[in-house]
């Protein structure tokens, strides 16, 4: 499957835009001051569904029923731009505009008519854009794991947002689409290319068994918006050291803490 993908480095403070002041994960301008920055960034610090979370097995409502997933990635007629530590505005296909401050390696998804999405609940989300925390911003008991990917995904009728997350854990082989993203990563700022490549996401970047925890929640960064709806596979899929070390050096620890669960309640569910 040949897929063409635009790879751009911005600055990592990102291009100004009329959204915002500047903000990092760490220092003064680090998440425990994101909600003092701008006015706009105030539910960062007020909100009660924020994002992430640490999942504690122990208090996850565990459902009998199952509540099946199905997820169709496959890119086949999508242009996608391949952006590092930038600040990238996007209209969701609805029309509503959602800014997200990069400050990660994200691919973006531009075509609006896609047919990549995820069904649940009855519902269709379309992809927007996938991107990389190092290490993972949910925890599971505590346990950090060294890298986590984030699906966003938006229904094109409501404007509803799910976000999924999959956590990547090291293993002994390198994984295939994980190298290509690696490998064609923006090395320098302003740079951009055209290529074609080979890669097949669904089938390396999503686990293999599909149980899940689900909640509500939030962007993980500012304006650190409520109202979305989470699902993070339980089980991770696997890189070797050598790509986690990449990841990890791009990214450079763009990690929100967790957050307080404020009475929501994390279901489990087994398909």
């Known amino acids: 499957m040949k897929v063409k993908i635009l790879l751009v480095l911005l600055s990592i403070i990102g291009v100004n835009t009329s959204y915002a002041a500047n903000w990092s994960y760490s220092g003064a301008n680090g998440p425990e001051h994101w909600g003092q920055l701008d006015a706009s960034f105030a539910v960062c610090e007020t909100g009660k569904q924020q994002t992430p979370i640490n999942i504690q097995l122990s208090q996850v409502k565990k459902n009998s029923s199952a509540l099946p997933i199905a997820i169709n990635y496959t890119f086949n007629k999508d242009k996608l731009t391949e952006t590092l530590n930038g600040e990238t505005t996007f209209t969701f296909p609805s029309g509503k505009l959602l800014t997200y401050n990069g400050h990660t390696l994200q691919i973006d998804v531009t075509d609006a008519a896609n047919d990549d999405a995820v069904f649940w609940q009855n519902s269709a989300y379309h992809l927007l854009q996938f991107h990389f925390h190092s290490p993972s911003e949910h925890l599971v008991d505590g346990k950090t794991y060294p890298l986590e990917i984030h699906f966003v995904n938006e229904n094109v009728r409501t404007g509803k947002v799910l976000v999924l997350g999959v956590f990547i854990a090291e293993g002994k082989k ?3 689409t994980l190298t ?3 490998k064609d990563a923006p090395t320098s700022l302003e740079q951009s290319n055209s290529i074609d490549t ?3 996401l669904a089938e390396h970047l999503l ?4 149980a899940y925890f689900a909640y509500m929640g ?3 960064t500012p304006p650190c918006t409520e109202g979305f709806q989470w699902i993070v596979f339980k089980n991770p899929i696997y890189a070797s050291k050598q790509q986690i070390q990449a ?3 791009i990214l450079q620890d763009n990690v929100r803490p967790v957050q307080k669960l404020n009475g929501r309640v994390v279901k489990e569910y087994k398909v």
């Open 174 to 176: 390198d994984n295939p």
């Open 180 to 182: 290509e993203i690696i």
């Open 198 to 200: 080979n890669i097949v």
């Open 207 to 210: 686990p293999p068994n599909s």
């Open 218 to 220: 939030s962007l993980t």
């Open 247 to 249: 990841l990890a050096k």
